[in-house]
């Protein structure tokens, strides 16, 4: 018979797995416990959910939430970081703790329903956030509007310059009618 903490974990999971954009898990055997707290500040700091978890009620949350085969990835200690906002940041976030600190190992994740390589969460940490794309969006945007106006002050600029030209030719030709 099922305990009810276990029951209302295996919920919990299969909840936040449904919700998430996209999860990464981790074997984190070997840190701290200063390290794992410092993890998880700076998973909160972009929005990103770490938790630890068990293989077997993870196994049945993932079942349950209907994902990819994720039963391979449960194994040894297993975190899973959650990324409600975007699929990128989780991936950033352990990619890049990661190279800083040998003692985790990413062992993959899950992205749209598929479950995705050590390689693919790496080409995913080194994707643009969503704020990247929207400025490198608004740049490109910006760049005709930019473009153009350069054009018109360059046009006006040299309408005035000829001007001057014109103005001084005039004011020299005056000066010398009046010396003869």
Excluded: H, W, Y
Aim: glycine content about 6%; charged content about 25%.
């Amino acid at each position: 018979m099922a305990r009810p903490e276990k029951v209302a974990e295996v919920e919990l999971l299969t909840e936040k797995m449904q919700k998430s954009e996209g999860l990464i898990l981790a074997d984190f055997s070997g840190l701290t416990v200063a390290e794992v707290n410092d993890l998880r500040s700076k998973c909160r700091e972009q929005g990103v959910e770490f938790r630890v978890v068990k293989n077997r009620l993870a196994r049945r949350a993932a079942t349950a939430a209907e994902l990819g085969n994720l039963d391979e990835l449960f194994s040894g200690p297993t975190a899973i970081a959650f990324g409600f906002e975007s699929p990128v940041e989780p991936a950033k976030v352990l990619a890049e703790f990661a190279r800083q600190n040998e003692k985790i190992q990413i062992k993959g994740g899950l992205l749209e329903g598929n479950v995705i390589s050590l390689a693919e969460v790496k080409a995913l940490s080194e994707l643009p956030s969503r704020d990247e794309l929207l400025a490198m969006i608004a740049r490109g945007f910006n760049a005709p509007t930019q473009g153009f106006v350069n054009v018109l002050q360059g046009t006006v600029a040299s309408f005035v310059r000829a001007l001057n030209a014109v103005a001084e030719q005039r004011a020299e030709a005056e000066a010398e009618a009046e010396v003869e």
